[in-house]
């Protein structure tokens, strides 16, 4: 599976379009992507078809960014859900740094987390920890 990136950007006009343009002329694909910023920044979720490629680019921009393994969940697509998935890491004590909606299908959101520990993740969620990467059944 593909990493989840999380990047900081300046919040201004045209910041996230030179970083797509950056990645289209380095041959870089963009797999999923999702921005939000307030203030001086702004965040962009990311995934790519690249990881290797897309963590060159990033580093040669001198961008701030932080990765890791996606979570993938399936919630109801109901109010509060996300906030009842969100206070099990956060109970466990995992750090959450960015979230895609990555699919849709009737009655249900998958989102996919990047957190700091995915097997403390994967067992607050009462997912298979046998399915993390570097982790121990």
Known sequence: MARQFVVQLDNH??????LSRTFA???VQIH???CAGTGPL???FVTFTDDDAARSVLKGLGHDFI???PVMVEIPDQPGSLGAVSQKLADAGVMVSGV???GRKPGL???????????RAREA????VEDCVGCSA
């Open 13 to 18: 006009p045209g910041e996230l379009a030179q």
């Open 25 to 27: 002329q380095r041959g």
């Open 32 to 34: 999923h992507a999702a």
């Open 42 to 44: 702004q965040c962009m």
């Open 67 to 69: 990765e890791g393994e």
């Open 100 to 102: 895609i909606e990555a």
């Open 109 to 119: 959101l998958e989102m996919a987390f990047c957190v700091d520990d995915e097997c």
């Open 125 to 128: 969620l009462g997912l298979h």
